[in-house]
């Protein structure tokens, strides 16, 4: 099975500061990662497909990038809006098969 | 718009099995896979399979095979998922959520049901 390992588990920035979240695979997984955004008490919510494309209405300050087993997730700069817990997910190249989540990073404002 | 809308909380002893349901509109239901994910509480998420609303079929984590049923029934556009052998660490935030386009992309989610298994 592939391992995600993501880092952070927390962090707390300033508004308009720059926070960048971290995720390696276990194994080579291509681009197959997602990155979702869940906020207290909600369901998560689609922000990045395919490593590195951005989900249609969602802010461009949320970014991401890396193919193979480290990628990024990157907000350019802090909004009080984004707090909340953020997950990567991988997923094999089947029509789907399975998937794996990172263990979270929970993002507070300082 | 596309909507996921899943049954109320639930309450079971250990042992118990109990089933949750997801009524898909908006689209056309037996076109998109559904996933379901878990999430303990204070936890993170946890993916435990899909349904094809289309062919029936199903494919599972490997953690909840012989433990859990994902079913559909097309005519109401609802997909279920039942866990049995239930234990308190299955207490959870139950989602079920559509592969926006069968390419493991979930969008959107249903609202979440919680479990608790309690004796």
């Known amino acids: 099975d592939i391992q995600m390992t993501q880092s952070p588990s927390s962090l707390s920035a300033s508004v308009g500061d720059r926070v960048t979240i971290t995720c390696q695979a276990s194994?080579?997984?291509?681009?197959?990662l997602n990155w979702y955004q869940q906020k207290p008490g909600k369901a998560p919510k689609l922000l990045i497909y395919?490593?590195?494309n951005l989900e249609t209405g969602v802010p461009s300050r949320f970014s991401g990038s890396g193919s193979g087993t480290d990628f990024t997730f990157t907000i350019s700069s802090l909004q009080p809006e984004d707090i909340a817990t953020y997950y990567c997910?991988?997923?094999?190249?089947?029509?789907?098969?399975?998937?794996?989540f990172g263990g979270g990073t929970k993002v507070e404002i300082k | 718009q596309v909507q996921l809308v899943q049954s109320g909380a639930e309450v079971k002893k250990p042992g118990a099995s109990v089933k949750v349901s997801c009524k898909a509109s908006?689209?056309?239901?037996?076109?998109?896979?559904i996933h379901w994910v878990r999430q303990a509480p204070g936890q993170g998420l946890e993916w435990m399979g899909w349904?094809?609303?289309?062919?029936?079929?199903?494919n599972f984590a490997q953690q909840f095979q012989g433990r859990v049923t994902m079913t559909r029934d097309t005519s109401i556009s609802t997909a279920y998922m039942e866990l049995s052998r239930l234990r308190s660490d299955d207490t959870a935030v139950y989602y079920c959520?559509?592969?926006?386009?069968?390419?493991?992309?979930?969008?959107?989610w249903g609202q979440g049901t919680l479990v608790t298994v309690s004796s």
């Open positions: 959520a559509r592969d926006r386009s069968n390419n493991n992309c979930f969008d959107p």
């Open positions: 908006g689209y056309t239901f037996t076109g998109y896979y």
């Open positions: 349904i094809n609303p289309n062919s029936g079929g199903t």
């Open positions: 194994q080579d997984i291509s681009n197959y």
């Open positions: 395919d490593a590195s």
């Open positions: 997910q991988q997923y094999d190249n089947l029509p789907p098969g399975w998937v794996t």
